[in-house]
């Protein structure tokens, strides 16, 4: 039986790999980052496999757990690189950087900086995963509408829902912290 699991397991990985692969490169820039999200989807199959969790389509498993892992590794990178997330659109960096202090005014302005991409990092995680989802891959990552209504299945009018939800979630968040700040 144990190894009728395994070769069902190996099926499905030489079945899915190469397609997941390509998922997830499309959204990750670093190979390297990308191999470790593929692998740690195929690590997350082989357990609820051993935990013999019931998977009905397990394509869509797979690539809702590699959304997931994304969404987990721009989480933990944010607060030490919005700005960097943002160098490939000169104007979307510009308005992150004019809303932020500016590091070259000194330790108090750095210090006020880091909270505040703290805070922002904190504000996106309170989000409902599906608003961040949203929110994060169109504002950082540049992904249009239309792009991840294909990939997600779901209508634009529902992303744009999610999305206007997050941000009127995140102005009243921040708002405080400016509010405490200032």
Not at 123 to 134: F, S, T
Not at 161 to 174: C, E, F, H, Q
């Amino acid at each position: 039986m144990a190894s009728d699991q395994d070769q069902r397991l190996s099926d499905i990985i030489g079945r899915e790999q190469s397609r997941l692969r390509r998922f997830i490169r499309r959204r990750v820039p670093d190979p390297r980052d990308a191999e470790d999200v593929l692998q740690d989807v195929f690590s997350r199959l082989v357990e609820a496999n051993r935990l013999l969790m019931p998977i009905e389509y397990v394509t869509g498993w797979l690539f809702q757990v590699a959304r997931h892992r994304i969404t987990d590794l721009f989480r933990r990178r944010r607060a030490e690189s919005v700005a960097a997330v943002m160098d490939d659109d000169e104007h979307e960096r510009a308005g992150w950087e004019e809303l932020l202090p500016s590091p070259d005014a000194g330790p108090e302005t750095v210090y006020l900086r880091k909270v505040l991409l703290e805070e922002i990092a904190r504000a996106l995680d309170e989000l409902p995963d599906e608003q961040r989802e949203v929110f994060v891959a169109h504002e950082f990552e540049g992904r249009s509408f239309k792009q991840m209504s294909e990939e997600l299945g779901v209508g634009i009018n529902t992303l744009l829902s999610r999305k206007r939800y997050a941000v009127l979630y995140l102005r009243r968040r921040l708002q405080r912290v400016h509010d405490e700040l200032t």
